[in-house]
Structures are given as structure tokens and as C-alpha cells.
């Protein structure tokens, strides 16, 4: 069954400091997410992309985030300057126009 | 208010029982609706999708949607210790999901 993939599954890094985080969504699918849960706390969205463009966003995706599709098949994430607060699982996910999401098993993002 | 309100339980049901598990939202806009199941730590799982009212049925699985109520439902039958997890709903408008807190099933052999 086609997944989606996400890499690193666990990233540590320091306050202030840029993270990457990247996914490869399903091939024939045309839309990407990203979404994160802070632990214990809902799945929250932050972004959606389609025809390489954002289509919509939360007020979570300040301008500290920015999302890129630089190839045929990667989508990432990327966090400027990272804070505390940006600790969570962050899920990256894609679907066809009509249909349910699937959904990576995640990166644990970790801020010290 | 809330838009999407799932009791967080935890339920716990022994083996072999049937689960019901609900969640109600406010936005009318509201025209996709989706059941994952998630384990600790994990991606959320997608069981079911659907888009208009009344059920559908997957195996174990059966989605009920009453969009007059504003009302979802997944019921589980046979439940068995391997459907412990949380069970998320999710309901699409536009491009965008948005979740119940989940609710935490525990079934017992």
C-alpha cells in the first residue's frame, strides 16, 4: 500500500537554531499538509499545498515557517528559527482531490 | 466554540464488545468526514471517509453521519485487544482538517 514518508522520525535540535523536515508524499496524489500535536493536544493543521503554492494556512504558519516542494517527489518543512514551543510530532500528509488524508508516522521534533 | 468535540474517555470495552465512538461539530460548512486511528506516538491512521449522510460499512467498521444533528459515529464490532488506540474524527472543509481531541479505547481480552 503507498505511504508517505518522513525523515528524520526523531530530530533534536537548539533554540534559535533551522530545522528541515522532509517528506515524500504519495506519487499520484496532487494536495500536501503539514500538521503537528503537541503532546497530549489535537492534531493541528498548519499548511496545505497545491500546484506548488500554499493554498491555505493556519495562524500557527507565521513567517518562522516556509514549505517547499524542491523536486518531483519531496516536500518539506522548514522552521527558521526554532523555539520551546515548536516541540511536537509534526505529520506530514497528502491526498488526491477528493478523498481521505493519509498521514506519515511523523517527526518528533524536540527544542532545547 | 468548539468545532469538532470528541469525548477523550478513556473507554474500555472487553474483548468481543461493540464500540461506539462519537463526535459532533458546529460548522455547517463542514463536508468531508473522516475516522483515524491512532497508536502512541504514531501517524493517525486512516479507517474511514465519507462524504454524505447515513453509514458505511468497512469489515468491522461502519461511519454513520447525521448531518441534520451536526452528529458522527464510528461503531467497532468484535472489538479485539489490536483496536486499542485513539480514534481520531476529522472533517475536511476546503483543504483543511480539523480534529477531535480523540478519544482513547482500551479493549480488554
Known amino acids: 500500500e503507498p505511504e508517505v514518508t518522513q525523515t528524520p522520525s526523531h530530530q533534536v535540535t537548539q533554540m534559535g537554531q533551522e530545522v528541515i523536515l522532509r517528506c515524500v508524499p504519495i506519487?499520484?496524489?496532487?494536495?500536501f499538509y503539514w500538521y503537528r500535536q503537541i503532546l497530549g493536544q489535537k492534531v493541528e493543521f498548519l499548511v496545505s499545498?497545491?500546484?506548488?503554492?500554499?493554498?491555505?494556512k493556519s495562524e500557527i504558519f507565521d513567517d518562522q515557517f516556509s514549505v517547499e516542494r524542491p523536486d518531483g517527489s519531496n516536500f518539506t518543512l522548514k522552521i527558521r528559527s526554532t523555539k520551546l514551543e515548536d516541540s511536537a510530532m509534526y505529520f506530514c500528509?497528502?491526498?488526491?482531490?477528493?478523498?481521505?488524508?493519509?498521514f506519515g508516522s511523523g517527526t518528533r521534533l524536540t527544542v532545547v | 466554540q468548539k468545532e469538532v468535540e470528541q469525548d477523550p474517555g478513556p473507554l474500555s470495552v472487553p474483548e468481543g464488545a461493540i464500540v461506539s465512538l462519537n463526535c459532533t461539530y458546529s460548522n455547517s460548512a463542514f463536508q468531508y468526514f473522516m475516522w483515524y486511528r491512532q497508536y502512541s506516538r504514531k501517524g493517525p491512521e486512516l479507517l474511514m471517509y465519507?462524504?454524505?449522510?447515513g453509514n458505511k460499512e468497512d469489515g468491522r467498521f461502519t461511519a454513520q453521519v447525521d448531518k441534520s444533528s451536526k452528529y458522527i459515529s464510528l461503531f467497532i464490532r468484535d472489538s479485539q485487544p489490536s483496536d486499542s488506540a485513539t480514534y481520531l474524527c476529522?472533517?475536511?472543509?476546503?483543504?483543511?482538517?480539523?480534529f477531535g481531541g480523540g478519544t482513547r479505547l482500551m479493549v480488554k481480552p
Open positions: 465519507t462524504y454524505s449522510s
Open positions: 476529522a472533517i475536511r472543509a476546503g483543504n483543511m482538517l480539523t
Open positions: 500528509a497528502s491526498s488526491p482531490s477528493l478523498g481521505g488524508y493519509t
Open positions: 499545498f497545491y500546484n506548488n503554492e500554499i493554498s491555505e
Open positions: 506519487s499520484n496524489h496532487l494536495y
